[in-house]
């Protein structure tokens, strides 16, 4: 099944959503560091989900570069290629393909990149293939995240407005069901540990090895954020957990007896971070996804 991602794990529209939260504009100058990347480069983002990064990328670099966006899932792709159009950016081209087996010809890319993927696919096979259509003195940077260490707040102040013990216990089965079936497709199975990519990069003969490293803070209470975007994270946030529940109600084998109750309490949630907002009243829920990031050049 190639579109397994968008239907079994997260849309397109909820993925694109948090990653604009992460891929923040004030974060360009440590992605474009990392990545090593410079106006006029022909830049290939692999697994490249809903395109948010690759039109960030666009606009980081002034729209001065060649970039292309490959994806197996049809849905991904659809989405990424219409957000481009109706953002009004030219130099995307979203491909539906495997990063396994790259439809792009030997030594004609400046950079590869790519978000939260190789966790998700056998490492040295994904290398392999994005040297192979690196040219020579091109790079391959790899984006790694690790969800155990992000630094996530635990806010006390307002109880309601988080996850109840019910809660907690009603989103169990579902979130057993989605271990079991994640990793059954393959889904971070491939996660690596950090010493060991830089590693497999120097293995596999690639030269000017770097390891660095970008933080990406999502902070709903911050000053600077005007009430509609805050009241916007509500809404999406609410989409996303709505979301996540009928993706796994849906893989379930027999229907779910609470699941009437677990839709209101998630409602119920963020009506009360809703109010908060409206009310001005913070809460400090923010949670900092950390990135390692893996640059490598090919001889
Ligand atoms: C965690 S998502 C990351 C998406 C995007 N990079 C982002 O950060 O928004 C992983 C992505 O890898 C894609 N993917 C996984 N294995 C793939 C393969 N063999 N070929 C092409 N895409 C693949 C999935 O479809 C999904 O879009």
């Known amino acids: 099944m190639d579109n397994y991602w968008s239907t079994l794990v997260q849309g397109p529209k909820t993925l694109d959503y948090t990653r604009e939260l992460r891929f923040n504009d004030e974060r360009r100058g440590c992605f474009i560091k990392a990545l090593g990347l410079q106006p006029g480069m022909s830049i290939v983002d692999l697994g490249c ?23 197996r899932d049809s849905a991904f792709i659809e989405y990424a ?12 081209t979203y491909i539906q393909g495997d990063i396994l087996k790259i439809p792009l010809p030997s030594d004609s890319v400046d950079a590869c990149i790519s978000h939260t993927v190789i966790e998700h696919v056998p490492n040295r096979e994904f290398l392999l293939e994005q040297q192979r259509i690196c040219k020579s003195g091109g790079t391959v940077s790899v984006m790694s995240s690790r969800p155990e260490k992000s630094i996530v707040s635990t806010p006390i102040s307002a109880p309601d407005a988080q996850m109840s013990v019910r809660e907690q216990e009603l989103w169990k089965p579902i979130h057993e069901i989605w271990s079991k079936k994640d990793s059954s497709r393959g889904i971070g199975s491939y996660a690596i540990e950090p010493s060991l990519l830089p590693m497999l990069f120097e293995e596999l003969g690639f030269i000017h090895i770097e390891v660095d490293a970008i933080t990406l803070p999502v902070v709903l209470d911050n000053s600077s954020t ?6 916007r994270m509500v809404e999406m946030d609410r989409q996303q957990a709505i979301e996540g529940l009928e993706i796994g109600l849906n893989q379930l084998d027999e229907e779910y007896e609470h699941a009437g109750e677990i839709r209101l309490l998630i409602h119920q949630r963020y009506d009360k971070r809703r109010d908060l907002v409206i009310g001005q009243k913070r809460v400090w829920d923010y949670q900092i996804y950390m990135l390692f990031v893996v640059r490598g050049m090919k001889p």
Do not use: C, F, V, Y
């Not at 989900?49 to 994806?71: E, Q, V």
């Not at 290629?81 to 995307?92: L, V, Y």
């Open 226 to 231: 005007p009430i509609e975007q805050k009241l």
């Open 49 to 71: 989900g809903p395109g948010t990064l690759t039109r960030k990328i666009s606009k980081w670099l002034s729209h001065d570069a060649t970039l292309m966006g490959i994806d």
């Open 81 to 92: 290629s219409k957000e481009a159009q109706k953002q009004g950016i030219n130099n995307i």
